[in-house]
């Protein structure tokens, strides 16, 4: 287990450097410089401030020069905030962020799991059709469509709820549920199948056959099979929260990290993007790492690290 | 014989599907006598797991339909308990023993933990106890170190263990009739041997009655007093041991009995597989359900179901070739267990 894991994370590591390169090389393909977009700068100055930030360099030594500064825990400056580092403008914009999507993850999880429980349970009633129903609304819609009707009728028509901006709690309340319906979805049709699934193998016949009840026929032998794969929804489910929050940030007007990126690329904050960019996808590696790790605990009859299970 | 323990009565059973109602069991009847062993014989799709897993109300509720009949054990019918009530008897009264040992396991969940469900629902012991218990029924059935092996999951045994662990569930609480749905279909030739040892010495030791269903002719000589001969969803033929090997009276029995393979036979002598395939049991009409297969068919047999005909106490067969009238007609010459020279 333990070389397992020091294994993973050394894979983990290369993914990230293969990331930021190509990241590294595809933002000098962004039409414009750090410098041509606010106010007109002379010749003089911008030459001046390329010298700055290092960007009358080679490529290939500006490349050197991210790396090197990044092993030591240095995502550089930010080329538009004066005097900012990296570090500290992520560190003020994932709070907001963390909290909308960890919400949105808790409350998808939740009401997904109610869902696509008793749409197995109830397979081919009412209540499975209501739910797939509920699934496919929350697939096939997108988050700023909830996130305007949302805002008409919650905030604008009711007067329930603060519309945008963010000064206390309640303002997240709006963009966690629009972010959520996806969750709900994702989650309710994976528990949906995985249940029916199960609740097809013969263990279960066996498991009613010794006259247990079906309610532990249930939680202990269908829902505990059925939720393993389940774990597996994580990592996808991580990178649509991320992106998710780029358009919800917007429309609610979050200070958060998805509502900075965003700026960043609109202004060629090379550095923030970058920086941003590699902490997105740092999180998304380690959670798929946790989905492994859990799946490993969760499921006997995978042994991780070549340990060897013997069979009799 | 002795007295009847399990009584399975005219039964009907359906399944609800998407292409249509299938009628997959239609009024089978039998009874199973105290300690003996009954086995059900018949093709695949013949409806044997089905009339098994009906004694127990195990087939799916939103598909089935059990359109008539009675299963009467103990006095009641089964068919009409609820679910508190058909709990008490599943494990405790009635137990069964699946045709996968593979699948019929749970595999995420400790071995010894899925002997011990059973015991502690139904004997009403503590935790402590039902592990003593389990561990004493994994020794009986053979699995060696069996209180280490408490811990193992399933994919740690190989499937000759794993059946033997399902039938230490299975007989955990000392159930008085043992279902077993191919028990050994699924293991190779040695282990099958082993399986069935074992359960006929757990069966001289408790005197549990045991179903046995099987499409394994050697099985039925090793195991059973008695046989039911299973045709889509009929039982066409019924009798002892001897009855039906040397003495069978339906032509399908006769197909069976020459299209399995005989130990000590001649290999000069080919196996003669019955011809066409099954009916479709949606489209079931009235007459003899293998009157289109049958060698012997006549006029009647397209329009009018055969009854059972009683040819002893305990054989009878539905034919029409049993009916007075038939024609007298030359039975195959080399059929059954033994040829008969
Ligand atoms: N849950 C179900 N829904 C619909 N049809 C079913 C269901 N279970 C069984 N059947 C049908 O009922 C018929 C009898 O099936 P059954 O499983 O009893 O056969 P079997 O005699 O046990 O065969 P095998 O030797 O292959 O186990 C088959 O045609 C099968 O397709
Ligand atoms: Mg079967």
Known sequence: MGRYV???????????????????????????????NPEKLSERQLELMSAKYGLDKPLAIQYMTYIGNLIQGDLGLSFQSEGRTVISMIGDRIGPSALIGGQAVVIGVLCGFILGVISALKHNTIFDYGSVFVAVIGMSIPSFVFAALMQYYIGVQWGLLPVALWKDYSYSIMPSLALSAMVIATVARFIRSEMLEVLGQEFVTTARAK????????????LRNALIPVVTVLGPLTVSIMTGTLVIEKIFAVPGLGEQFTLS??????SVILGITLFYSALFIFIVFIVDILYGILDPRISMGGGKKDAA | MGET??????????????????????GVSFDLKKGETLAIVGESGSGKSVTA????QLLPKQSTRIDS?????????????????IEKIRGKEIAMVFQDPMTSLNPTMKIGKQVMEGLIKHNNIR???????????????????AEERMNSFPHEFSGGMRQRVVIAMALACDPKVLIADEPTTALDVTIQ?????????????????????????????????????MYAGEIVETGTLREIFYKPKHPYTWGLLQSMPKMHQDQSVPLIPIAGSPPDVSLMHDGCPFAARCPYVMKVCHNHKPDQTQISVTHAAACWLEDDWAPEIKQPEKIGGVSNS
């Open chain 1, 6 to 36: 020091v294994q993973r994370m050394g894979y983990m590591v290369i993914t990230l450097l293969i990331i930021v390169t190509i990241t590294f090389f595809l933002m000098q393909l962004l039409p414009g410089t750090p410098f041509s």
């Open chain 2, 5 to 26: 323990i399990l009584s399975v009565d005219n039964l009907d059973v359906s399944f609800q599907t998407n292409s249509g109602l299938i009628k997959a069991v239609r």
């Open chain 2, 69 to 85: 009949g009675s299963i009467v054990y103990g006095g009641n019918d089964l068919l009409e308990y609820g679910n508190k009530e």
């Open chain 2, 193 to 229: 041997a082993q399986i069935l040892n074992l359960m006929k010495e757990l069966q001289k030791k408790t005197g549990t009655s045991i179903l046995i269903i099987t499409h394994d002719l050697g099985v039925v000589v090793n195991m059973a007093q008695r046989i039911a001969v």
């Open chain 2, 127 to 145: 935790k402590k106890e039902a592990k003593k218990r389990s561990i004493e029924l994994l020794t009986e059935v053979g699995i060696p170190y």
């Open chain 1, 211 to 222: 006259g247990i009840t079906e309610f532990v026929v249930i939680i202990r032998h269908v």
């Open chain 2, 53 to 56: 897993k009906s004694i127990m």
């Open chain 1, 265 to 270: 690329i609109l202004v060629n904050d090379y």
